[in-house]
Structure formats: C-alpha cells, structure tokens
C-alpha cells in the first residue's frame, strides 16, 4: 500500500523542493498537517533530485524504515533556466513491502509526464497557475492505486471536471494515465515428469477459444490423478510444452502439485496435525472434501475424532494397503485418496519417499544397465534393449521419478535392481 506520493522539482534559487505531497505534511511539514513526516526530505534530496548523469533511471532510498522509489528525469532545452529541467514522481512505501509491481508503475508515470511537459509545459507552469493540477492528479492516482490497484484518469477531462480548468492545448485532451498494478508472485517450483497437478478452480469455466493450443488440450486431464507425464501423453501434447503450459497455471494460483497416489506409498503425519485438531472449519471443510459419495454417505455420518484417529493413525514403514486393510472399518465412508490428498494440501500429511542407493563398489556403479524381458511386439525394450539405471541409484532420485522417466511399474524397477548387487532401499 502507498504511504505517500509526492511531486519534487529542481529550483534555480532554492535546489530540490517537493511541491506536492499526499496526503498533506507526509514528506515536508505544513502548518496543516495533523501528523508528523514520515522522514527528512533534505537528507535524500540529492538521490531523488540528482544530477543529470544519474536521472531516467528507477532510484530507491530506503530510510526512516521507509522505501522511497523515484524515477528523476531531466529534460534539457534553452527554455528552462540552466537548460535543464529535472522532475520526479516518487512514492512511499513501508520498507518490508514488495515494491516490484510499483516498478513499472513509475516508470510509465515518468515518461506519460516527460511527454506531457515536453508538449505543451505541463509541469514547468504548473506551479504559476497556482498547482492544482498536478496536486489534483497526485491525489487520485494515490486514491486509485490503493484502493483498486489501477488508475485510469483522462487528464482533459478530469481537470475540466473538477478543477474548472480547461486542457490548453488537444494534446493534453487526448493523453491519459493509464497505469494497473499487476502482482508479482514467485517463480513457481521446477514441474517435473512425475509431479501430478490438482487444480484450484474451475479451469473449464475460466477458459475460452484465445487460450494457448496447448492449455486447452491438458486442461481436461487435469484432475490430481494423472502425472506431468500422463497428461502429456493423454493429450497428445508436447511435453516440453505440457510443462510450461502447467508451470503457467501454477504461478497464478490455479495448480497445486501433488504426488502420485499410490496404495503401496507410505504417509506420515506433521507437526501441523494440531491445525485439524484445534481448528473446527478445517474439520469440517475435511469431512466434506472425503465424504464419498459413491454408496450415498451424508457428511454428518463421518465423526470430528474418527477423522483425526485415522489421520494420527499413518505412520512410516507401514503402506497404504496395508493401513488400508487395517482400518477397513473405520474407513467406511471415507474416499481414501482424497482424504490423502487433503492431508497433503494443508500440510499435516507427508510423503515418505522411497529412494534406491547402490552401495557396492562392483560392477552395478560401473555404467550397468537393466535389461527389458518383454518382446519386442510388445512395444516395450526388449532383451536386446537397455534402459540406464545407475544414474537413478546416487540417493537423490526417488521411486516416483524412476518409474515415470522408465515407463515401469515400481515391481519391475525392484526387480531389475537386484541385477545391480548391493542397493540399499531407503525411506524418508
């Protein structure tokens, strides 16, 4: 959110002076301010107003526990006194907060009043027709920004509407400010062949005929049951471009990645259990999520305390088949992947990966491969083919990887494993 946004000018007489400021006394006091400035313009001066050299550039001072972001810019012509006329916009921000969406933000604001000023003086006489314009601009554009996150303001229009003034020239009548704040979000995590995407909204309602080829024919694969990979294939899709396509929806909040769900997987739970514990909306959005529909179960069959019991219940060493089979009672009414898949959403389930280490110092670390045993008819490496497995054996590979990037089932990969001596098989 903007603390403040203020308009500063280099003076013949006087050096750098800030002739706007909103809201009032926030960067230099006034005998109408209700409240203190936020930091001592003098001591910054020199980077907001700086010499011609340093100008049309973004500058940031960080001060008062404030971030201040500018862009000086200097206009030379014989016009000005000292053939040069160096402006800035700035705004005010709290120190902590993420200031790359306002980047692009000053840089439009700095070069949308460049044109202006150099068109018709805009801000030069500004101050000679008493200052109400660009005080009046300031104002909106801080109100705009902070409370819709976008600013469009026609600037004809807008000073003949509320300030009586009519624009001096058609350039000022056709020049806009047109300016949005789009979020930044971060880089979204590498999306890897054996990841499986869940979506977070409704994708179908979202999407029309101007999305990207690709987007189009993964979307309808999309339903955290299928792998990267899978997807992939089920839509005949690239896979180069699977991922990007995947990796697109994930940094705007519309993915969220998963493991491949399988019975012979081991979960385990977290420190985070306490949230279902404690929390009676989690508790609640948990029953309808795992209620199964599929024999007719109503959610108010399924108890607060059963739900907690089965979850503390995972533990490492022990499959999901088997915990499967030993809470079959318990589980009646229950759609097992997905009360999985909750757990691992809100962070108090986890997988425990199984991962293959060759510790022998014979031949399987010397480059062996396994041998396929299927015929050739049947589409898959036969006796005369190879697929490498050393690479997979260093510890950092787990199964999920292994089978997805093979095409095999994780028995035919502990199968030909044993053809590699010594592999240790560890869990965590």
């Known amino acids: 959110m903007i603390k403040a946004i203020f308009f500063c000018k280099f003076l013949t007489r006087e050096g750098p002076k800030v002739l706007h400021q909103v809201p009032d006394g926030s960067i230099v006091t006034t005998a109408s301010a209700t409240q203190p400035s936020l930091f001592e313009f003098a001591s910054v001066s020199e980077y907001l107003i700086p010499r011609q050299e340093f100008c ?3 500058v940031t001072v960080c001060i008062n526990h404030y971030r201040i972001l500018g862009y000086p810019v200097c206009i030379t012509s014989r016009k000005y006194d000292r053939n040069e006329f160096i402006f800035n916009f700035a705004i005010v921000l709290e120190e902590e907060a993420d200031m790359s969406s306002y980047q692009s933000v000053l840089r439009k604001l700095a070069k ?4 202006l000023e150099e068109q018709g003086q805009f801000l030069s006489k500004d101050e000679a027709d008493g200052g ?18 976008e600013c469009m303001i026609p600037i004809g229009l807008f000073l003949h509407r509320h300030l009586r003034i009519h624009a001096k020239s058609r350039k000022d009548e056709s020049n806009t400010i047109n300016i949005k704040l789009f979020p930044m979000y971060p880089h979204p995590p590498p999306v890897k062949s054996w990841h499986v995407p869940l979506s977070t909204v409704r994708l179908e309602s979202l999407m029309d005929v ?18 990267i990979r899978r997807i992939s294939e089920l839509a005949d899709a690239d896979y180069n471009l699977t991922r990007k396509a995947v990796a697109h929806l994930i940094y705007y909040g519309c993915l969220l990645m998963l493991d491949i769900f399988q019975f012979s997987a081991m979960y385990s739970v977290t420190a985070e259990i306490s949230l279902l514990i404690e929390d009676k909306s989690t508790q609640e959005e948990c029953v309808r999520y795992i209620t199964s529909t599929t024999f007719g179960y109503a959610e108010d069959e399924l108890e607060h305390t059963r739900i907690i019991g089965l979850y503390g219940s995972l533990k490492q060493g022990q499959t999901l088949k088997n915990w499967c089979i030993e809470h079959k009672a318990e589980l009646s009414g229950i ?3 997905r009360m999985i898949t909750f757990g691992i959403i809100k962070g108090f389930l986890y997988r425990v990966q199984k991962f293959a ?13 396994t041998r396929g045993h299927s015929g050739a008819k049947s589409g898959k ?3 005369r083919g190879e697929l490498p497995l050393t690479k997979y054996l260093d510890g950092t590979h787990c199964f999920d990887e292994i089978c997805t990037e093979l095409q095999l089932s994780e028995k035919d990969v502990l199968t030909k494993l044993k053809g590699y001596g010594d592999v240790q098989i560890v869990h965590r």
């Not at 949308?112 to 044109?115: I, P, Y």
């Not at 101007?210 to 792998?227: A, C, E, R, Y």
């Not at 280490?357 to 491969?369: E, H, P, Q, R, Y």
């Open 381 to 383: 490496p036969g006796i």
């Open 210 to 227: 101007n999305w990207d080829l690709t987007m189009q024919k993964i979307v309808p694969h999309i339903n955290g049951i299928n792998s």
């Open 335 to 337: 759609d097992v992947r």
């Open 112 to 115: 949308l009043f460049r044109s």
């Open 357 to 369: 280490i060759a510790t022998s110092n014979g031949a399987s670390t010397n480059g062996l491969v």
């Open 56 to 58: 049309d550039r973004l």
């Open 132 to 149: 109400a314009k660009v005080y009046a601009l300031c104002e909106m554009i801080l109100e705009d920004l902070n409370n819709y996150c």
